[in-house]
């Protein structure tokens, strides 16, 4: 229906613009942040109120299996942030390894995740179950937020993987392009908070003595 | 029609059809998509209100029994607080006229806009879906405190996710505000030239940003520990139902300004337009709602001061909550000011202004003796709270909604409603809402306690009264809506600027057309409200 006359603001909504898509994505990964925010208070609290009992159930914990996911996120911390560099140089199908590459990370960490998780529930350590129910509450307290906040940051790690695998077929595509790298570039921030995240999350629940 | 030349088409004509709705990228679209599904939750929610003022008509049972009750007043306070009045403003307005007062076409992210509204529609899927399905609507109050939210048998779960959807769309909406308002002003248009409902919309939308997540998580809390035990609030099985109380009203404290600041911003922009003069103090204004949005923040803990809270605390929170009332009372003063010696019109849109100054001066007096420790101790849940909140969120930030309908009802639809009918229908808002909920300030007083279904003997008179009075509102709420639907379907056509505004969004066609803009607006000489012929015009 509209003429070809149309007039156009110069300041159109509909305009690309990398800026704001960028100051976007800030926002969002600021709200991230306030959601795990709200976690580590509820971990701070508890551990000040049960400072032994977390000490005690941390044993628990595998710390070499820790120890290689922080590696395996570091990595693809890495390998995502040279393909945004390999795209902005132009060279797409670099790229799209890269990107492909720190997928396979996403899923390694998935996997390990897996196997620490399971090792708890053949120990009993999850709500509902005998042994778990038997622990001290300090101890108790402690799984609880191991569960929940792991969990929480397994569910990023699976976000941040599709949100990837998305620009890849994108970038396939040539809708995100040498010119137009912002999703790229967003799917890499985002990705570098979840790495961001496992980074607190690996001392408070493995490290600290 | 034919006093223009060649007219665009306007944004309702471009294209027809359901999914030229429900698909639209238009933020006017979204914004009227908003407009007609918080306008549909608010008359349910009212409903269960009416029902609840008939069943406390007499004391005893009347007709609803003690349980269902108790859901009632859960689900009235869960519809109207995140399905109605925390979208409302920016939601509908914001979308609508943000851009345009900004002299753009469109919000930055359009498609995220319109995610924003399926978000919305899913949230008040699952809100509405516990009527159905397993075993009724949740019992806990809207704030779902622990641990008897963990415990009980009623549907929480799905309330609880239905509240961190309704969050998260209200993330998104807040999140596209901030960016529109760096990137998409129009040149010249610095942040001390916008309209002040925009400087409200941003800070309302930090708000949005910044507190939201907390309950997000904390709501994610209650449905782990429901689902798998994982039991961080319940004290039998570990947690501490008071940190919940904190991380509550960490949000939603700060929630009571996400309604609060856009109506505010809502009444800056209808004051100077009926008053034909610049605002007073406009900076005053644009940075005491910044002000607001950052005390806001640390005055949570004034919900808690009969839960458990060390002395020091408690007097921390009280003064801080005195602080809030200092740059409210500026708005307030600066608002009066305006008014004094402009050319006042007094028109509907005036009247819910000003009628939303007079509630909200009670809500907000009302709100510093339950700030004040010993006070508050007296009337903590008692019905003095459940007239000051309304006075607050109902007769402040709902009337500015309503009025806001009405100031820029002709420049959305083209056409204006019946003046006749609009002022009658708001005296019997105004007297309906003040009699509804003034008996029940002085029912807090006497000590009646809030939710319950019922009461005892002494309490039946102010009961009565107050109930009498919920039918003067509804009626009010009833002649409202009608005369907006016969305006819009066969009101007088409107010009494009009947109140001679001077705001950008008075520049263009009403309705406007799809790009909003048919040529580039011009800003306003000497600031936004520096209307050229009154007495104080700076040329
Ligand atoms: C038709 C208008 C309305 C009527 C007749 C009405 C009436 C009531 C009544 C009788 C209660 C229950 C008091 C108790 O037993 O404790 C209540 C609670 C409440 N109302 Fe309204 N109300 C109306 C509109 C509103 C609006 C517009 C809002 C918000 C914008 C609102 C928010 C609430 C909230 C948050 C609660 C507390 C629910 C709880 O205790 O969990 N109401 N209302
Ligand atoms: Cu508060």
């Known amino acids: 229906m509209a003429d070809s006359h149309t007039f156009v603001l110069p300041n159109s909504g509909h305009n690309f613009d990398a800026k704001a898509s960028k100051m976007g994505m800030w926002l969002f990964l600021f709200t991230e942040l306030l959601l795990f925010g709200g976690l580590f208070l509820v971990y701070i609290i508890y551990r000040y109120l049960n400072q032994d009992a977390f000490l005690l159930a941390s044993f628990e914990l595998n710390v070499w299996m820790g120890t290689i996911n922080t590696i395996v996120l570091l990595t693809s911390s890495m390998t995502i942030a040279m393909a945004i560099t390999a795209l902005q140089k132009g060279n797409a199908k670099l790229a799209i390894t890269l990107s492909w590459l720190t997928i396979l990370a996403a899923l390694s960490f998935l996997v390990i995740k897996y196997f620490e998780w399971s090792s708890k529930f053949e120990h009993g350590l999850f709500p509902g179950m005998d042994h778990f129910d038997g622990l001290p509450l300090g101890e108790r307290l402690y799984f609880y937020l191991y569960f929940f906040m792991t969990g929480l940051h397994a569910l990023h790690v699976i976000v941040g993987g599709v949100f990837i695998a998305v620009v890849i077929r994108l970038i396939k595509k040539e809708k995100v392009t040498k010119e137009r790298y912002s999703l790229l570039e967003n799917s890499g921030l985002y990705w570098h908070l979840v790495d961001l995240i496992w980074i607190y999350l690996f001392p408070l629940f493995y490290l600290i003595h | ?539």
Request: glycine letters at 10%; proline letters at 6%.
């Open chain 2, 1 to 539: 029609m034919s006093e223009t030349v060649v007219q665009q088409p306007s944004f309702f004509q471009v294209k027809k059809g359901l999914f030229s709705w429900i698909f639209t990228l238009d933020h006017k679209r979204i914004g009227i998509l908003y407009l007609y599904s918080i306008g549909f939750f608010f008359l349910v929610a009212a409903g269960l209100g009416i029902l609840m003022r008939l069943e406390l008509l007499n004391p005893g049972r009347d007709f609803i029994e003690a349980q269902t009750y108790n859901q009632v007043f859960t689900l009235h306070g869960v519809i109207m607080i995140f399905l109605f009045i925390i979208p409302s403003v920016p939601a509908v307005f914001g979308n609508f006229f943000l851009p345009i007062m900004l002299g753009t076409d469109d919000v930055a992210f359009p498609r995220l806009n319109l995610f924003s509204w399926w978000l919305y529609i899913l949230g008040a899927l699952f809100a509405l879906s516990t009527l159905v399905f397993g075993d009724g609507p949740a019992d806990t109050g809207w704030t779902f405190y622990a641990p008897y939210s963990v415990k009980t048998g009623t549907n929480v779960t799905t309330s609880v996710l239905a509240a961190f959807i309704l969050g998260f769309s209200s993330i998104l909406t807040g999140l596209n505000f901030i960016v529109t308002i760096h990137r998409l002003r129009t040149p010249g248009m610095g942040f001390n030239q916008m309209p002040l409902f925009a400087w409200a919309l941003y800070a309302t939308s930090w708000i949005q940003l910044l507190a939201t997540p907390v309950i997000g998580i904390t709501l994610l809390m209650i449905v782990a520990e429901r689902v798998f035990g994982i039991g961080l609030f319940d004290p039998s099985i570990g947690g501490d139902p008071i940190l919940y109380q904190h991380l509550f009203w960490i949000y939603s404290h700060p929630a009571v300004y996400i309604m609060a600041l856009p109506a505010m911003g809502i009444v800056s922009e209808i004051i100077p337009t009926f008053a034909q003069r610049t605002i007073f103090g406009y900076k005053a204004i644009a940075y005491s709602s910044m002000a607001i949005a950052f005390v806001g923040y640390f005055v949570w803990g004034h919900h808690m001061f009969t839960s458990g809270m060390s002395g020091p605390a408690a007097i921390v929170f009280s003064i801080m909550t005195f602080f809030v009332a200092i740059p409210t009372a500026v708005k307030v003063f600066n608002w009066v000011a305006t008014l004094y010696k402009g050319s006042i019109d007094i028109q509907v849109p005036l009247l819910f202004a000003l009628a939303f100054i007079f509630n909200f001066l009670i809500g907000g007096l009302t709100g510093l003796v339950l700030g004040a420790l010993a006070a508050d101790v007296h009337v903590h849940d008692t019905y003095f709270v459940v007239g000051h909140f309304h006075y607050v969120m109902f007769g402040g930030a709902g009337f500015a909604f309503f009025g806001a309908l009405h100031y820029w009802f002709p420049k959305m639809w083209g056409r204006m409603y019946n003046k006749k009918v609009a002022n009658t229908a708001f005296a019997l808002l105004f007297i309906g809402f003040n009699t509804t909920y003034f008996p029940m300030l002085i029912l807090g007083l006497k000590g009646m306690p809030r939710r319950y279904y019922d009461y005892l003997p002494e309490f039946h008179d102010l009961n009565m009264l107050s109930t009498f009075g919920s039918w003067i509102l509804v009626t009010g709420i009833i002649v409202m809506v009608i005369n907006l639907f016969a305006g819009g379907i066969k009101g007088k056509k409107a010009s494009a600027n009947p109140w001679n505004g001077i705001t950008l969004e008075w520049q263009t066609a009403s309705p406007p057309p799809l790009h909003n803009f048919d040529k580039m607006p011009e800003l306003p000489a000497g600031g936004p409200y520096n209307y050229p012929n009154a007495k104080n015009a700076s040329h």
